[in-house]
């Protein structure tokens, strides 16, 4: 369920309308709302503590929604965060998540990175190789303090919505295999600088079938059972994110109370401290992209073009995943519904968010909605083709707060520098 509707024939976010963040702050603009992001994070805690898990680290996944204003609303109702990059780190902490709930994870730490995550004391590191374990090692040693880590592992699971998301398969960059993880658990057990306290594994995203999550689970709940049989600690199990939403005309994802199910048959009896890192279930579904109808142009040979302010660069996941967004007009016109191509204005073919998608009338300066945009949307946003960076918008009840104004041209150019020579 999320906070997006139509009343009196325009689409609102919580009790604002569209209309009018887009007419204050211009489009296109991203909108996100505080009650849906506060549900969906409590109904997969409460399905979860409901299905048995004792206390468990939902760490959201920072890299769906950065947004200081989203991590901040998360944090309040106690979420931690899982992390990939020392700005991630800086911006949960900043954001009040406290460094005990922040899962440190990402293949290719730098030692400078592991340097700002020990010194911040996060509650784990996910070792994804050895030779990462090294570099934790030598790091932690040269600070003098003891790393807390966890051994992500690929348990070889096929899943996920698209091959470019898809992590869980042994081809894929991310983990160790069991066997190195047991065997570098063992050597780090006996390091002075590590402290290995769990696994961890996440095998893809946007995942609607629950056969494959439950498949990893249970490998890693034996992984736990074959470490402890080797007298090693094992405290927690990483269980990741991956959990799929429904983007229109998509196939249905599972609900967390399914998902909440699996978990707690696959870790039954196995008394660790169980840790998730859902982005997308979470973020998805509170986020819209507002945009602007700049022209609507009927080709004489036959396709009909819906030219919007928004492009790839504001919304990357249909040029990228061949992503299917739901897209709503603010202020829906009576008439027949006729197949748009919609597109943005740069210069890439790729600048394509659908192909004929049969919408209802819409002329130029009209309003329309990607929905499902709050996750991996903001985040992954850029300034191809000189285009300011997309703003983003929290709504709360009747308020709204501009949480990342729109930058000036101006302050655009500022931050490059001059060569020297030129
Ligand atoms: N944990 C780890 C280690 C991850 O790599 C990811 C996502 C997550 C958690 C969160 O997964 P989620 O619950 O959101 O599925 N940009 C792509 C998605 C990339 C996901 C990368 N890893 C998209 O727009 O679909």
Redesign the pocket.
């Known amino acids: 369920m999320n906070h997006f509707e139509l009343r009196g024939g325009e689409l609102f976010c919580e009790d604002v309308p569209l209309a009018e963040i887009a007419q204050a702050v211009g489009t296109p603009v991203y909108v996100y709302s505080t009650a849906t992001l506060e549900r969906h994070y409590t109904v997969l805690r409460e399905a979860l503590v409901a299905a048995g898990v004792v206390d468990p680290l939902i760490a959201f996944?920072v890299?769906?929604n950065s947004n200081l204003a989203v991590l901040r609303t998360l944090a309040r109702q106690g979420a931690g965060a899982?992390t990939?990059s020392e700005g991630e780190i800086r911006r949960a902490l900043a954001a009040g998540v406290p460094p005990e709930k922040i899962v440190f994870?990402?293949v290719g730490k730098t030692a400078a990175e592991i340097a700002f995550a020990l010194e911040a004391g996060v509650c784990e590191i996910?070792v994804e190789s050895e030779p990462e374990m090294a570099a934790v090692a030598r790091v932690a040693e040269r600070l003098g303090k003891r790393a807390t880590i966890a051994f992500?592992v690929n348990p070889d699971v096929a899943a996920g919505?698209?091959a470019?998301?898809a992590?869980g398969k042994s081809e894929n960059k991310?983990g160790v295999s069991f066997a190195e993880a047991e065997r570098l658990y063992a050597m780090a057990s006996n390091s002075a600088w590590l402290k290995p306290v769990g696994v961890?594994c996440?095998i893809?995203?946007?995942?609607t079938d629950l056969a494959p999550m439950a498949e990893a689970f249970e490998k890693m709940a034996g992984l736990v059972r074959r470490l402890r049989g080797e007298g090693l600690h094992v405290e927690r199990l990483d269980l990741?994110?991956?959990?799929?939403v429904p983007y229109f005309n998509q196939p249905e994802p599972p609900s967390p109370g399914d998902y909440a199910q699996v978990v707690a048959q696959a870790t039954q009896g196995l008394d660790v401290q169980l840790a998730f890192?859902?982005?997308?279930?979470?973020?998805?579904n509170a986020g819209v992209l507002l945009a602007e109808v700049v022209h609507v142009h009927q080709r004489p040979e036959g396709r009909l073009f819906l030219v919007l302010d928004a492009a790839m660069n504001d919304l990357?996941?249909p040029a990228?995943?061949d992503?299917y967004h739901d897209i709503r007009a603010v202020r829906p016109r009576e008439g027949e519904a006729r197949p748009y191509d919609v597109v943005g204005p740069v210069c890439e073919t790729g600048d394509t968010f659908t192909r004929d998608r049969a919408l209802p009338p819409f002329e130029a300066g009209d309003l329309v909605a990607f929905m499902s945009a709050g996750?991996?949307g903001a985040s992954?946003a850029s300034e191809y083709n000189s285009r300011l960076l997309v703003p983003e918008v929290m709504v709360k009840g009747d308020q709204f707060a501009i949480v990342r104004p729109r930058p000036t041209y101006e302050e655009m150019l500022a931050r490059e520098a001059e060569a020297p020579w030129l």
Do not use: C, W
Not at 204 to 207: L, R, T
């Open positions: 996944a890299k769906a899982d990939v994870s990402g996910n992500r919505g698209h470019k998301i992590t991310f961890a996440h893809g995203s946007q995942i990741g994110g991956g959990l799929g890192e859902p982005g997308r279930v979470i973020a998805a990357l996941r990228m995943y992503a996750a991996y992954m």
